[in-house]
C-alpha cells in the first residue's frame, strides 16, 4: 500500500480538484453568456469650445452576429441617454458574410446631428461583401480621412484603420476650419499618438476594455495595450486633448 503522507496528498488533491473545475467552469459561462451583454455606459465631461452644450454618444466594436438581447440593449440604452449625435469606432463586423442583423441594428441608430463612423480592423479582415454593404448603410455616414460638419460649431474627423487602412491624418483635416469644436475618430488607440493637429476629442475602440481584467488596472491589458481603456490625455496643440477608449460592445470571439 501506499505511503501514509502519499495518501493524505492524492485525498487533498482530489478534494480541491472539483471545486476549482466547478469554479472554473461557472467563471466560463458567466464571461461568456452573462457580463458579455451587459452594457454599461461611462460618462465623461469635455471642454470644448462649443456654442451649446453636445451630448455625444459613442459606440465601438459592435461585432454584431445576431438581432438578440445585447442589440436591443444598446437601443434602449441609446433612448434613454437622447444623444445630440451617435459615434461609432469600427468593428461592426466579424468575419462573417451576413450583415443583415448588423443592418436592422444600425437602421435604427437615431440622432439630430447624425451618425458618423470610422473602418475598425475587422472590416478590413471580413468578406469585401460585408464590407460593401455596411459602406452603402443609408443609416450612418462612414467617414475615410476626412471631415465632417454637422453643427456650425462642431467638426467630425474620421481616420482609416491604423493597422489595416491606410490613415492620413493631413488629409483628415484638410477642410476643417479654424473654430469649434473638433472630435477624431478612429479605432486603434495608438493613433492617438499620430494626430499632430490640435483637436478636442479623441474617440477609440479596438481594445475591448484590456480584453481579459480583474480590475481596473489588473490583467491583460496593461501587458497588451498602451491605451486599453478609459481616458487618457496628450498635448495637442496647447492644451491636454483627451482620448477615450471604448471598451466595446460586442466580442469577436464565439
Given at each position: 500500500?501506499?505511503?501514509?503522507?502519499?495518501?493524505?496528498?492524492?485525498?487533498?488533491?482530489?478534494?480541491?480538484?472539483?471545486?476549482?473545475?466547478?469554479i472554473?467552469s461557472l467563471?466560463?459561462?458567466?464571461?461568456?453568456?452573462?457580463?458579455?451583454?451587459w452594457?454599461?455606459?461611462?460618462?465623461?465631461?469635455?471642454?470644448?469650445?462649443v456654442t451649446?452644450?453636445?451630448?455625444?454618444?459613442?459606440?465601438?466594436?459592435?461585432h454584431?452576429?445576431a438581432?438578440?438581447?445585447?442589440?436591443?440593449?444598446?437601443?434602449?440604452?441609446i433612448?434613454?441617454?437622447?444623444?445630440?449625435i451617435?459615434?461609432?469606432?469600427?468593428?461592426?463586423?466579424?468575419g462573417?458574410?451576413?450583415?443583415e442583423?448588423?443592418?436592422?441594428?444600425?437602421?435604427?441608430?437615431?440622432?439630430?446631428?447624425?451618425?458618423?463612423?470610422?473602418?475598425?480592423?475587422w472590416?478590413?479582415?471580413?468578406?469585401?461583401e460585408?464590407?460593401?454593404?455596411l459602406?452603402?448603410?443609408?443609416?450612418?455616414?462612414?467617414?475615410?480621412?476626412?471631415?465632417?460638419?454637422?453643427?456650425?460649431?462642431?467638426?467630425?474627423?474620421?481616420?482609416d484603420?491604423?493597422m489595416?487602412?491606410?490613415p492620413?491624418?493631413?488629409?483628415?483635416?484638410r477642410?476643417?476650419?479654424?473654430g469649434?469644436?473638433?472630435?477624431?475618430?478612429f479605432?486603434e488607440?495608438?493613433?492617438?499618438?499620430?494626430?499632430?493637429?490640435p483637436?478636442?476629442?479623441?474617440l477609440?475602440?479596438?481594445?475591448?476594455?484590456?480584453?481579459?481584467?480583474?480590475?481596473d488596472?489588473?490583467?491583460?491589458?496593461?501587458?497588451?495595450?498602451k491605451?486599453?481603456?478609459?481616458?487618457?490625455?496628450?498635448?495637442?496643440?496647447?492644451?491636454l486633448?483627451?482620448?477615450?477608449?471604448?471598451?466595446?460592445?460586442?466580442?469577436?470571439?464565439?
Amino acid at each position: 500500500s501506499a505511503p501514509r503522507s502519499e495518501r493524505y496528498s492524492v485525498r487533498v488533491k482530489e478534494r480541491f480538484a472539483w471545486p476549482l473545475a466547478v469554479i472554473a467552469s461557472l467563471c466560463i459561462l458567466y464571461g461568456f453568456f452573462i457580463e458579455v451583454d451587459w452594457i454599461e455606459v461611462t460618462h465623461q465631461t469635455i471642454k470644448a469650445p462649443v456654442t451649446s452644450p453636445l451630448r455625444i454618444l459613442h459606440l465601438t466594436d459592435l461585432h454584431v452576429r445576431a438581432f438578440g438581447r445585447r442589440e436591443r440593449a444598446v437601443l434602449d440604452t441609446i433612448a434613454a441617454e437622447m444623444p445630440d449625435i451617435i459615434l461609432i469606432t469600427g468593428d461592426f463586423l466579424t468575419g462573417s458574410r451576413k450583415t443583415e442583423a448588423l443592418l436592422e441594428l444600425l437602421a435604427q441608430l437615431k440622432a439630430p446631428l447624425g451618425v458618423w463612423a470610422v473602418w475598425g480592423n475587422w472590416e478590413y479582415w471580413s468578406p469585401k461583401e460585408a464590407k460593401d454593404a455596411l459602406g452603402r448603410a443609408p443609416s450612418i455616414k462612414l467617414l475615410e480621412n476626412e471631415s465632417a460638419h454637422p453643427r456650425d460649431d462642431v467638426w467630425i474627423i474620421g481616420l482609416d484603420d491604423l493597422m489595416y487602412g491606410r490613415p492620413d491624418a493631413e488629409k483628415a483635416f484638410r477642410d476643417v476650419g479654424t473654430g469649434g469644436a473638433k472630435i477624431v475618430l478612429f479605432h486603434e488607440p495608438l493613433e492617438f499618438e499620430a494626430i499632430h493637429r490640435p483637436f478636442d476629442l479623441g474617440l477609440a475602440g479596438h481594445t475591448h476594455g484590456g480584453q481579459l481584467m480583474l480590475t481596473d488596472s489588473v490583467g491583460a491589458g496593461p501587458p497588451l495595450y498602451k491605451y486599453w481603456s478609459g481616458r487618457y490625455q496628450k498635448r495637442s496643440g496647447a492644451p491636454l486633448a483627451p482620448c477615450v477608449g471604448g471598451n466595446g460592445t460586442g466580442n469577436w470571439f464565439p
